[in-house]
């Protein structure tokens, strides 16, 4: 557990940065500074690892006063990730990963243990280790900076902006696998940034800052919901009001029965079946359910023709969201990758439903319309039916 | 068996020059090259640390690399003039002078190299729980490293020039031999035999620190990576 109490910095010329924070962080959750610039917030996180040290106030990790603590070894417990990536350019990607370790002099064979199991984790090949960051990609590049931060098991993970200097898809991806790290390893995050998708999406809980002081610090839910001060209403933005206002609705409620094949049927199969349900998405699934892949018009034209077997013909980068996730995140999500549906899954990474835009369309319609739809519908299917029919007669 | 040497040609004469004091040229040929080397290497273990410091502490920079400045701008011959005041005739006066020119490329380099270094990589050394000791040692050092080596390349060609005016002063170095040669009659072969090995210890040594410069070169490092790829 994190304390934070009356914490302040101020600056030679008398500007406070930070004005007297207090809050409290629990171990595991993920949480977000959000302000516009100049409002502290990466300040506030700087002074978590005493990058910056407070000019007054105290910061308690689990009972010990981190101010009376060596602040080098104090350092090597708490990951630090920034938005520059600041991967060392004459350090392979081994060497990158494993500098905290190489700190904490572990011998050899434990750090080369570390860098493969590491490297795993983010979805990169072993021979990347042998590379230079030069090499890499800015998302790969801060793939291996999120790694630098988790090699010595460390507890806490401070992160400034991390995803900032990335493109939208890349950054969409790195926020899916901190996530999914952050709640598979139990890991407390604390994270800066001054995107609000960002912080609704990742955080359990944000803390708004303004002009150094905490104005709001909840559940994002909460926030949406009671925004503290006009500040928060403004920094929210009308729009996402709007969304929060329906009920909230999870996928499990919308979602529709997929249509899935196994693995181990032949191409053939595949596309009699997506003639007789009439769908053009056709999900790759093992005997346990579990998702692999998806088949679409794609797979069977084009240069991917000549495949024999649905596991060489199917896509296997699927994008999916997990049951119990906010409609509202999975609407955003369809619309910013362009998708034209996505496959829910439960915890064991079974296929379970799915949400299509016409699932969204008919959602938005009962909310609009309320217990009208069904008069509606007929009404709007006999007025456009009737001339037709003259017409053919 | 003494030959009538003015009835040769420059070239004979140099080449005969050559038969003759073969050894002798060679001593002097190392003499010049370590009294240059002592000097520069001097100034390295002086102004590498200053550099460091000197780009850590930001007041300090202007005064420091004043002073280098007014050094360099001392004509060789009379610094060495100088200096023989006080240490005499001889290779020490010679080494002082190499290392007191051999400052400031040392000095600046070193402060350029270290102030080059992309702030956000200390930052996240020093995040990580890098004492200030490592962030020298594993990432400024490193990646001034090429920068710093330029510093040492320029100073031991400069010095190289300033060792064989030392002959003036009596240190020996090739320069000797090419007083020797002014001081003769028709002396263009021994005045040759003394510049030709000068002038090819300066580019031998031109290229071998330009070659390891180019090694310790981060961004040239990374170009020959996405060659690679």
Redesign the interface.
């Known amino acids: 557990m994190l304390s934070i109490e009356q914490l302040t910095k101020t600056y030679r010329g008398g500007k406070k940065a930070v004005d007297h924070m207090t809050l409290t962080i629990e171990k595991g959750e993920f949480i977000a500074f959000i302000g516009t610039s100049g409002s502290g917030k990466t300040t506030a996180l700087r002074m978590i690892?005493r990058?910056v040290e407070p000019t007054s106030g105290t910061i308690t990790l689990d009972g010990n006063d981190l101010s009376k603590m060596n602040a080098?070894?104090?350092?090597?417990?708490i990951g630090?990730v920034?938005q520059?990536?600041?991967?060392?350019?004459?350090m392979t990607i081994r060497d990158n990963i494993t500098?905290?370790p190489k700190?904490l002099k572990w011998d050899k064979p434990q750090k080369d243990e570390t860098a493969k199991r590491l490297i795993e984790l983010v979805n990169l090949p072993e021979s990347y280790l042998d590379?230079?960051p030069?090499?890499l990609s800015g998302g790969q590049q801060q793939r291996i900076g999120v790694l630098?931060a988790l090699a010595a098991n460390q507890d806490i993970i401070?992160m400034d902006e991390p995803f900032g200097a990335l493109d939208p898809i890349t950054r969409d991806t790195l926020q899916d696998l901190m996530k999914d790290l952050q709640v598979r390893l139990g890991k407390t995050v604390i994270f800066v940034t001054h995107d609000m998708d960002e912080a609704i999406k990742l955080a359990d809980r944000i803390c708004i800052m303004h002009e150094g002081k905490v104005v709001q610090f909840d559940t994002p839910d909460n926030i949406l919901a009671n925004p503290a001060t006009d500040f928060v209403r403004d920094f929210l933005g009308s729009h996402r009001l709007i969304q929060q206002k329906p009920s909230v609705k999870t996928v499990d409620e919308v979602m529709i029965q997929p249509i899935a094949i196994t693995i181990e049927k032949s191409l053939d199969d595949a596309l009699r079946l997506m003639v007789k349900k009439r769908v053009d998405t056709l999900f790759v699934v093992d005997a346990n359910d579990h998702l692999l892949g998806y088949l679409n018009v794609d797979s069977f034209t084009g240069p991917k023709r000549q495949h024999d077997t649905i596991a060489e013909a199917m896509n296997n980068e699927v994008i999916y969201v997990k049951t119990g996730t906010k409609l509202q995140d999975t609407v955003r999500r369809i619309l910013k990758r362009n998708l034209q549906n996505i496959p829910v899954v439960d915890h064991d990474s079974k296929l379970v439903g799915l949400i299509t835009r016409a699932n969204i369309v008919d959602t938005i319609y009962d909310t609009i319309w309320g217990d009208e739809p069904l008069e509606a519908t007929d009404a709007l299917l006999t007025n456009s039916a009737s001339p037709i029919e003259e017409e053919t007669r | 068996m003494m030959e009538d040497l003015s009835k040769l040609s420059t070239w004979e004469q140099f080449t005969y020059y050559f038969r003759e004091n073969g050894m002798y040229v060679l001593e002097q040929f190392m003499s010049h090259f370590f009294i240059s080397v002592y000097g520069v290497l001097l100034a390295a273990l002086i102004g590498i640390p200053l550099g460091i410091f000197i780009a850590k502490t930001s007041k300090l920079a202007t005064p420091v690399m004043a002073l280098a400045n007014i050094i360099q701008t001392i004509p060789a011959l009379a610094l060495m003039a100088m200096l023989m005041l006080v240490f005499g005739l001889g290779k020490t006066t010679v080494i002082v002078t190499v290392f007191l020119y051999s400052l400031l490329p040392i000095i600046k380099n070193t402060y350029t190299g270290i102030l080059s270094i992309d702030k956000s990589l200390t930052d996240a050394g020093r995040g990580m729980g890098m004492t200030r000791k490592q962030v020298l040692y594993m990432i400024e050092l490193p990646l001034s490293l090429s920068i710093i080596i330029t510093g040492i390349r320029i100073a031991l060609v400069v010095a190289i020039g300033i060792t064989a005016i030392g002959a003036f002063i009596g240190a020996g170095g090739l320069g000797d031999i090419i007083i020797r040669g002014t001081n003769a009659t028709d002396g263009t072969a021994i005045i040759l035999a003394g510049a030709i090995p000068t002038a090819l210890m300066a580019v031998i040594v031109d290229v071998i620190l330009g070659w390891l410069e180019r090694r310790f070169d981060p961004q040239k490092k990374q170009q020959r990576l996405e060659k690679m790829i």
């Open positions: 690892n990058m080098v070894q104090l350092r090597r417990q630090y920034i520059q990536i600041g991967l060392m350019p004459h500098l905290v700190l590379m230079y030069a090499q630098r401070l």
